[in-house]
Structures are given as structure tokens and as C-alpha cells.
């Protein structure tokens, strides 16, 4: 497949993920509060309102930085994307260390969202910037140790490796720690229900308080952005990617990144927050130490 | 008309409210079963300021700069409400909300309907002074209130002694996580509350607060459900909210007052989860005892988890702090403070 023909495809995979994505996210808000009636394009209709207001600025706000917050998310999200095969000799950014690459951008998520909450000069955002940094400082280690398990049965770090090394059995089912773990860096990196300190209702919204018009509507879609990347990603991680029989490769990828993402988006409405003092303690002693017993697990296996 | 303003008229109307004395205490009920309107957290992402009950005259500044905070096309409307702001609709049946204002949106978007004017002037609330009450007044380019903007300080930490920025402001009395009418003076150290003073009480009202909790936990789904519930032991918001593990995300001990209850039994208490067990006891606490060393959701969760009249108590109870230990020194009548 050509390269231009893989980058339509990605496009198109992540545009149409991104509208069932909101369209999932409406849904289910819907049915766990009891909203019968009205539109499940709401998300659609609300976008457009949003570009319809204006875009205010706070007193003193560091404009560029706002600006590459939100236009750099939405870039990481699509970076997850590229990285992932879409078939067997399908990808955007064919790397030998495309593990490394997503990696980076996890940590770049931690940067944006901080810088995000420290542009708008607003104290309540600056407390959601702040917060996520605390947060997502341990879950990056978590995803490191998942991601290098996964790693080993393929003995390398490239994404398609990866995929390929799962033709026999699916990591999730090698290493059945690895994918909730994974999961729940995914509801950090979305900005999601029981991991989201950074835009919680706490802080009214914390480091999005002050976004309007079409910087509030960029925010959203970088979010959603960043949920299509880190699906694929664990799609290929630990479901095998685009493996799968009789339908083309982009199909099969395309419906386990959707099985992800509704697990995602489900968790977020379904589970409560706990303060983050607590929330670091069970990452600390609960969560990481799991991640490493994955990790011990998957290298006594390699060795076997 | 626009294919963006078409599709942007299909929107639910995004609405910022703000309570005043006098709100009917099932307004939140009520505009969660308003059909094509969304309460939203920030007025930022408000087209509608939805002015419930009346604003007291002293907090009247407050609610002009809310106001002006709403982007442009906006518009304001009055419920139940003896104040007056230009250009406001004033509503008075509660079957017409829904109705009124998503006819006030369309016409925003489609500029049938001019968008309401700042009723403030785009100007700092002070002139620079340079050190002196409005002033610098801190060391170096740290601290005091600048155009009567409050300026971080380095300050020792209760919990170490660590000198770290300490920041003095007023929050509410908008703020949707704050009790309404509740003004706050707090100097937090990054997220952690240092000291605390009552700038203002909370107004009163019946409201039960149980669904503000379920939202500060993360479960805006389930708050709305319980608003939207004919009672608040519906069996199965009850069991939503035990799936989440609500009750498992709050700490142990947490804001416990002298009968022994904490946050968690007053949360099973407020969202019909268990019967009361106990009887509510807060005479000789103040928020000080309660507040000071909690992190910032901490805080919020025990503000949400007493009824109003015991929150009053409270705040009644609450010493003024020793003016020194406020680090940046709050003018109350003229700083910007931060009301959402």
C-alpha cells in the first residue's frame, strides 16, 4: 500500500473514530442518567456552537503556549495513530523503536495538559495543571513496565513486531495484567472520569476553565484525539492489531480500537474519582507493583 | 442563516447559573429536566447567565463580573429574582424555561437578538500603587495585590515549613463546587489549603446536596440522574452509585465532626445509600478545623456533605485568621477574586 494511500486511511479512521467516539461518550452519558429523547449528534450540534462564540482571552495569558497545548494534543493523539500498522505492510511511521516514539508521547501528554492549565493565568486551572503532573508522573512508569512486557514475546520494540508476535495468542490473554493497567494510562491520557485531575468538577473544569468558543471545541476534539491514538495502540498491543480472518486488516483493527474505546468510555461515567492523595497512594502501592509482577512475569516467560 | 448557525441551533443551550437567596430548592432538579438545556461548569462555556433567586446588593459586583465572563453572542435571564440587569428576560413559569431560553439562543446565533453589553468597564479594579494596600506590597516581584490582583508569596508550609508560593484569594460565591452564596478566603499552597476565612455566608436554602458530591466524584451522569428522581432512595441510583465505588473513593475519617460522622456517612446520608445513624453535631467547629492541611477536593467534598443550616453553623463558628497569616493581605472590597 502506498504511503498517501496509508495516510487517507489513517485520516479517515481517525475522523469517523472521533464522531463515534462522541457519539459513544453522548450514549452512555444518556442512558446512566435517565435522558430519554434528543439527538445522539448532540456532540455535533455543540461543537458548532462552540465555534459560534467567541474566544475570550484571560488578562496576561501565555498565548502561544495555549495554543500549542491544544494544537499538540491533538497531534500526539494522531502520532498514536501513525505509529500503529493498519495492515501487514501499512504504516505511517514505520519505526524500529515506534514503542519509544508512543512512549514519548505519553510524557508529552503530562506537558501539554500542564502547559494548558498554566497558559490561561487562572489559578484554578493552574491547580488542575499541577495535579495532573502529580498524576501523570507514576502512570507513565505503569505504562512503561505494560508496554516492555508486551515488548518481549516480540524481543523488539517495533509496534509491528509486536503485532506479528501475536499471531499464536493475543498478549492480552499471555499477559492478562497488562491491558487493564494499560486501560487505566488510557483514562489519564483522555482526561477521563476517575483519572481526569486535570478538567475535574472540582475545579470547575480545572485547566479548561477559561477555554471558549473555538478553543474549548479544539480542547474536546484534541481529547477525542488522543482516545482514537491510545486505542489503536492497545488494540495492537495486546489484541493482536489487525489480525484477525477473512476481512481486510484496517477492519479488524478498526473494530477491536472501537471495543477499547467503549471500555474506556464506559469506565469514565461508571467509576468515581478519589482524591489524588489517594489516588497516588493506590498507584504507588497497589498499582505499580502489579505493573512490575506483568513485567517479571512476561521476562520469566521470554526465558522459559 | 449559516449552515454552522443551523447546526448550532440544534445545541443544547449551555447555561451557567447563579444562585442567589430565595432560589426554590429543587432548581437544580428543575433544570435537569428541562429538555435541551446544559448546566455548564464555567461561564466560559455558557451562552446564558441564569440568574436563580436574588443576588444580595454586597455581592452585586460579583455578578456583573460573572456576567462579563460569558463569551459573545450571550444573554441573561431572571428566575424567581427581584434584581435587575439590562436586557435580561425575566422568567415566571417554570414550564416556560426550556422554551424561553432556547428561543433566546436561536436568536443569539442567528443575531436576531443583540448580545448583551459588558456592564463593566474592560479596566483593572485599582490603579497601580505601586507597595502599599493595592500594591506590590510582597518582596521582590512576589506577593500582594497589584491592581488589586492577588499575587502569590513564598510562605512556610504547614506540613514541612518549606518556603513555597502561598497564594490568598477570595473563590465563590458562583463557583457551581461551592455552596451558593459561600465566599471563601483561602490561601492554598499548590492545592493544599493553608488558612481560611469566611468572606461570606452561604445563603439559605433546603437544597440537599447529595448530587453535587456524585459530581465532585467524577459521576456527572449519576448527579443528574438523582436530580432527575422522584426520590433520592430510587433503588436504582442507589445501586449506580454503589457500583462506583463512591463510597470507597472518599477517605476514612474525613471531615469528621464531633458525633463522629465523616464525610462517607454523611454522603450515605445525602444520597439515600443508609438511614441516619446519627444526629449532626457541629457546635464549636468552624471550617478551620475542618479545612486547613485538606488538598483541594478534600475540601470541596466536606463543604458539599453538611446540610445548609449546619454549613452556616459552621462558617458562624469559623475565627477570622490572624491578618498576618494570610500571605498576600486580602482587600476584600476591591480585589477580582475569582467567583468561577
Known amino acids: 500500500m502506498s504511503v498517501a494511500l496509508t495516510l487517507m486511511i489513517m485520516l479517515v479512521f481517525m475522523i469517523v473514530g472521533m464522531l463515534i467516539a462522541a457519539v459513544l461518550d453522548t450514549f452512555f452519558y444518556r442512558w446512566l442518567a435517565g435522558r430519554t429523547g434528543g439527538s445522539l449528534l448532540t456532540p455535533l450540534y455543540a461543537a458548532a456552537a462552540e465555534v459560534s462564540r467567541q474566544r475570550i482571552s484571560t488578562e496576561a495569558p501565555d498565548r502561544m503556549n495555549w495554543f500549542l497545548s491544544i494544537s499538540g494534543f491533538l497531534t500526539l493523539g494522531a502520532i498514536g495513530l501513525a505509529v500503529v500498522p493498519l495492515g501487514p505492510q501499512s504504516v505511517v511511521i514505520g519505526l524500529e523503536t515506534s514503542v519509544v516514539l508512543w512512549g514519548a508521547c505519553e510524557s508529552l501528554v503530562v506537558v501539554l495538559v500542564f502547559l494548558h492549565g498554566w497558559s490561561p493565568n487562572s489559578p484554578l486551572a493552574l491547580i488542575g495543571a499541577y495535579r495532573y503532573v502529580a498524576i501523570g508522573l507514576p ?35 499471555r499477559q492478562p495484567l497488562g491491558l487493564p493497567l494499560f486501560i487505566l494510562l488510557g483514562l489519564s491520557l483522555t482526561l477521563r472520569g476517575p483519572l ?18 473555538a478553543n474549548r471545541a479544539g480542547w474536546q476534539v484534541a481529547r477525542l484525539s488522543m482516545l482514537i491514538g491510545f486505542s489503536a495502540v492497545a488494540a495492537s498491543a495486546f489484541l493482536g492489531g489487525y489480525l484477525g480472518p477473512v476481512l481486510p486488516g484496517v477492519v479488524w483493527l478498526a473494530f477491536k480500537t472501537l471495543t477499547i474505546m467503549t471500555v474506556i468510555i464506559a469506565l ?4 468515581a474519582r478519589m482524591p489524588v492523595a489517594r489516588m497516588l497512594g493506590l498507584i504507588w502501592k497497589v498499582l505499580l507493583p502489579i505493573a512490575f509482577l506483568d513485567l517479571l512475569l512476561a521476562g520469566l516467560v521470554a526465558l522459559a | 442563516m449559516s449552515w454552522l448557525a443551523k447546526m448550532a441551533g440544534l445545541a443544547e443551550v449551555p447555561v451557567f447559573v447563579a444562585f442567589g437567596e430565595g432560589a426554590p430548592a429543587d ?17 466560559r462555556a455558557a451562552a446564558i447567565l441564569f440568574v436563580v433567586g436574588t443576588v444580595p446588593k454586597a455581592l452585586l459586583p460579583q455578578l456583573h463580573r460573572l456576567h462579563d465572563q460569558l463569551p459573545h453572542p450571550r444573554a441573561s435571564a431572571l428566575w424567581h429574582s427581584r434584581n435587575e440587569l439590562p436586557g435580561a428576560t425575566r422568567i415566571e413559569e417554570i414550564a416556560n424555561i426550556s422554551v424561553l431560553l432556547r428561543a433566546i439562543h436561536r436568536d443569539l446565533l442567528v443575531g436576531s437578538l443583540k448580545s448583551e453589553p459588558d456592564f463593566l ?4 479594579p485599582n490603579e497601580w500603587r505601586g507597595i502599599g494596600p493595592h500594591g ?32 490568598t484569594a477570595d473563590f465563590g460565591p458562583f463557583l457551581p463546587m461551592l455552596p451558593a452564596g459561600l465566599v471563601l478566603t483561602l490561601t492554598l499552597q499548590g492545592d493544599t489549603i493553608q488558612n481560611v476565612a469566611v468572606a461570606h455566608p452561604p445563603f439559605e436554602t433546603q437544597e440537599q446536596r447529595g448530587w453535587v458530591l456524585l459530581n465532585l466524584l467524577g459521576l456527572p451522569a449519576l448527579a443528574e440522574r438523582m436530580l432527575r428522581a422522584t426520590n433520592i ?10 457500583l462506583s465505588g463512591a463510597r470507597a473513593a472518599i477517605p476514612e475519617g474525613l471531615g469528621r465532626t464531633h458525633d463522629g460522622s465523616d464525610v462517607r456517612t454523611r454522603f450515605d446520608l445525602l444520597t439515600g445509600t443508609s438511614e441516619p445513624i446519627f444526629n449532626l453535631h457541629v457546635q464549636q467547629i468552624g471550617l478551620d478545623d475542618l479545612l486547613i492541611g485538606l488538598e483541594w477536593h478534600e475540601a470541596m467534598l466536606v463543604l458539599n ?20 497569616t494570610m500571605a498576600g493581605g486580602m482587600d476584600h472590597g476591591v480585589h477580582a477574586g475569582h467567583m468561577s
Open chain 2, 233 to 242: 432512595g430510587n433503588a436504582t441510583v442507589k445501586r449506580l452509585i454503589r
Open chain 2, 27 to 43: 432548581a437544580a432538579s428543575v433544570l435537569a429536566k428541562a429538555p435541551g438545556l446544559r448546566v455548564v461548569e464555567t461561564p
Open chain 2, 136 to 167: 506590590q506590597g510582597g518582596k521582590g516581584m512576589m506577593g500582594g495585590t497589584p491592581y488589586g490582583r492577588p499575587m502569590a508569596m513564598t510562605a512556610a508550609d504547614l506540613r514541612d515549613g518549606l518556603d513555597l508560593d502561598a497564594y
Open chain 2, 305 to 324: 456533605s453538611f446540610d445548609n443550616a449546619s454549613l452556616r453553623a459552621i462558617c458562624a463558628n469559623t475565627s477570622d485568621p490572624e491578618p498576618d
Open chain 2, 121 to 124: 468597564s474592560d479596566a483593572p
Open chain 1, 196 to 213: 481526569d485531575y486535570a478538567d475535574s468538577a472540582d475545579l470547575a473544569g480545572g485547566t479548561s476553565i477559561e477555554d471558549s468558543g
Open chain 1, 268 to 271: 469514565s461515567h461508571l467509576l
Open chain 1, 139 to 173: 502512570i507513565m512508569l505503569l505504562s512503561m513496565f505494560v508496554l516492555i512486557a508486551a515488548a518481549l514475546p516480540a524481543e523488539s520494540l517495533d509496534l509491528r513486531a509486536i503485532v506479528t508476535s501475536q499471531e499464536d495468542l493475543w498478549n492480552v490473554i
